[in-house]
């Protein structure tokens, strides 16, 4: 496996401060925290580590700052497989995310960029080669818009396939659509970027919203969609629905990312779209039985057993 083509990931880096509550709080509302606990987080990071944990080999793009969060982040990730080259030092502070819990498993998160908002396009010239061995490119929207448009013209330009999570939702420039390889939303995100052009009375079926994201450029759309699973459509005449596998959910922290994490891996290991997509949809369904974001992630031995387990029920 050491020989195929990594996944490289450019993204966020932060250390996640988790308290978990009975209820989330009303605005202006205290509300005493049940548990606290302090995991390694960021999207950028959540999906390199789900990658490692699932044995594929990944290198990940990114920026720490120069304090005790950084240091932490770096070592810990180099023990998970993640290749770390790719990551550089700014002065500062590191990223830092403070998520809240209910005990049903929803979660709200305020995100403190730190060192994520100085990712460059220069930081990405300066990993040229990385993105150029790349076989797969994931990114997201916690490191600048500008730095993700000029990834996603590299992208373009070396042939190496890009999956774009559109989270935390921004304004998207309408050129960089077509850049992109597999497009994936959640519900939330999709309602996000279809409002403004789709004002209409009854919200778009799946294959409705797939077709609007495959319209503006992109070659795939992922819509995740939660408990009622995940629509795949692309402009090959890929329209299906995978099921979701129902599991007792408590934290839902960084689903999206172990989806996204276990549909690049099954594609670079060789799998259809659509058996990618089931096998990313088992990779967070293990995910959101545990708390935390990176210790949530599962290896490739507790998704096949998970699989198999599911298949014969």
């Known amino acids: 496996m050491s020989a195929q083509k990594p996944i490289v990931v450019v993204g966020s880096i932060n250390t996640d401060l988790v308290a978990v509550t009975k209820r989330?709080?009303?605005v202006g509302e205290t509300v005493i925290a049940s548990d606290f606990q302090t995991h390694p987080g960021g999207k950028g990071a959540n999906q390199a580590v789900c990658v490692a944990r699932l044995g594929y080999p990944v290198r990940l793009i990114g920026r720490l700052g120069k304090d005790a969060f950084g240091a932490e982040l770096r070592t810990y990730l180099r023990t998970t497989g993640v290749d770390m080259?790719?990551?550089?030092?700014?002065?500062g502070v590191s990223g830092v995310a403070m998520v809240v819990v209910s005990e049903r498993g929803d979660n709200s998160i305020?995100?403190?960029?730190?060192a994520n908002s100085k990712v460059t396009p220069e930081d990405l010239d300066a990993n040229i080669s990385i993105l150029r061995d790349a076989g797969m490119v994931l990114a997201q929207l916690e490191i600048p818009l500008e730095t993700v448009e000029y990834l996603a013209r590299i992208c373009a330009r070396e042939n190496v396939p890009l999956i774009l999570d559109p989270?935390?939702?921004s304004d998207l420039p309408p050129s960089i659509f077509k850049d992109i390889a597999w497009f994936t939303p959640n519900q939330t995100e999709a309602a996000f970027y279809l409002a403004d052009k789709h004002a209409e009375s009854s919200?778009?079926?799946p294959a409705e919203t797939a077709q609007r994201f495959l319209s503006n450029g992109c070659r795939g759309v992922v819509l995740k969609m939660g408990a009622n699973g995940i629509f795949l459509g692309?402009?090959?005449?890929?329209?299906?629905?995978v099921p979701a596998f129902f599991v007792n959910a408590i934290d839902t922290t960084a689903a999206g990312d172990a989806f996204n994490a276990g549909f690049a891996t099954g594609l670079m290991l060789g799998k259809s779209p659509l058996d990618s997509a089931a096998f990313g949809a088992a990779v967070a369904a293990i995910s959101v039985t545990r708390k935390g974001a990176q210790p949530s992630m599962p290896t490739m031995a507790e998704v096949e057993k998970f699989m198999e387990k599911e298949s014969h029920e």
């Open 110 to 114: 305020l995100v403190a960029p730190g």
């Open 85 to 91: 080259t790719g990551v550089a030092t700014s002065d």
């Open 203 to 205: 919200p778009p079926t």
């Open 167 to 169: 989270a935390p939702a």
């Open 24 to 26: 989330m709080p009303a």
């Open 234 to 241: 692309s402009r090959d005449g890929i329209g299906s629905l």
